[in-house]
């Protein structure tokens, strides 16, 4: 059972920088698609950006391409979400999660980290 605790949250204030980690444990990741979401108060879960097995391929969303970036270190058993110039509305609780089918079409998350608090103040 793969468990996935995610890291690097907090405050920030609007135009700064954070980097996420999601680091796993209980079994490898190195096969999975991984993925990162967000959830803000009174909304839905978001997707924000995916990444595959070897790291070749990533996809994002609209509303934070350009500005985030996500990465994986197989051998460290990471990924890894930079977050640069961020808005307020960036403002949630982000998640990542890992598809072990290895195909960034199949968006079948399984494996949910517990989240970290993004706090963006302008």
């Known amino acids: 059972q793969v468990h996935l605790v995610e890291s690097g949250g907090g405050l920030v204030q609007a135009g700064g920088s954070l980097r996420l980690s999601c680091a796993a444990s209980g079994g490898t990741i190195r096969t999975y698609v991984m993925g990162w979401f967000r959830q803000a108060p009174g909304k839905e879960r978001e997707f924000l950006a995916a990444?595959?097995?070897?790291?070749?391929?990533?996809k994002y969303v609209d509303s934070v391409k350009g500005r985030f970036t996500t990465s994986r270190e197989n051998a460290k058993n990471t990924v890894y979400l930079q977050m640069n110039s961020l808005k307020p509305e960036d403002t949630a609780v982000y998640y990542c999660?890992?598809?072990?089918?290895?195909?960034?079409?199949?968006?079948?998350?399984?494996?949910w980290g517990q989240g970290t608090q993004v706090t963006v103040s302008s």
């Open positions: 990444i595959s097995w070897s790291g070749g391929s990533t």
């Open positions: 999660a890992g598809d072990p089918s290895g195909f960034m079409s199949t968006m079948n998350y399984i494996y």
